[in-house]
């Protein structure tokens, strides 16, 4: 397998513009997982998929950001309008069920820059 | 809340020492815990997974333990190489599939 495929890998776009963030997880993989790493608050959970499904989506930190999974082969992280505290660098993470211990795996991430 | 630390913050050690991570989390209560590498610049790379039911995982010179009534973790990384340089990170599972990940340990192995 490919591994979980993210795109773009680099994003710039100015401030109020809409961005929107692709994933792919890791094909039979269950749960897909949005996750956003930046220095000062280190890596957080913005929202997980359980088949498709929105199970928590606590860390999501504003109405200006938005997820979905259409289906099991395909996700994405939409901001609108961005702001530049949005900069950062997003991951996203698939793994399997109870059987393999729910082991994730990272994708290589999208570095986002709003100015 | 599940809190996640990890001690040191940064590590700069001679090439060949072995070399213990800690990771320490607040709440008891959990499903497993897993250990990642991130390089500068890249995702990150899983390294071990232990499961609430596991005293211990072992994989190749890395050796991660797990003492879930003291709210620990320890990777052990034997004979450190200098491509072993990285951060650390461990991630706590602690109701269903909500991961807390703790701020990292950044580790230079000097050649």
């Known amino acids: 397998d490919a591994g979980v495929i993210q795109s773009p890998r680099h994003e710039v776009t100015e401030m109020g513009q809409e961005v929107t963030l692709r994933c792919k997880p890791i094909s039979g993989h269950d749960y897909l997982f949005w996750y956003r790493q930046t220095m000062m608050r280190g890596l957080e959970l913005l929202i997980y998929?359980?088949?498709?499904?929105?199970?928590?989506d606590s860390g999501m930190p504003e109405d200006r950001f938005s997820a979905k999974m259409p289906n099991a082969s395909f996700s994405t992280l939409k901001i609108q309008p961005s702001e530049p505290r949005d900069s950062a660098v997003y991951f996203c993470?698939?793994?399997?069920?109870?059987?393999?211990?729910?082991?994730?795996?990272f994708g290589p991430g999208t570095r986002l820059t709003v100015t | 809340k599940q809190e996640v630390t990890q001690i040191p913050a940064a590590l700069s050690v001679p090439e060949g020492e072995n070399l213990v991570l800690n990771c320490s989390f607040t709440d008891s209560a959990i499903y497993n815990l897993q250990w990642f590498r991130q390089d500068p610049g890249k995702g990150l790379t899983s390294l071990l997974l232990i499961q609430s039911s596991q005293r211990e995982q072992t994989s190749g010179r890395l050796n991660a333990s797990l003492d879930k009534s003291s709210g620990r973790s320890t990777l052990y990384i034997a004979a450190s190489q200098p491509g072993d340089s990285a951060t650390y990170l461990c991630?706590?599972?602690?109701?269903?599939?909500?991961?807390?990940f703790g701020p990292g340990t950044r580790l230079s192995v000097l050649p």
């Open positions: 993470a698939s793994s399997g069920d109870r059987e393999v211990g729910y082991e994730q795996y």
């Open positions: 998929f359980n088949n498709n499904v929105p199970i928590d």
């Open positions: 991630a706590v599972n602690s109701y269903g599939q909500n991961f807390v």
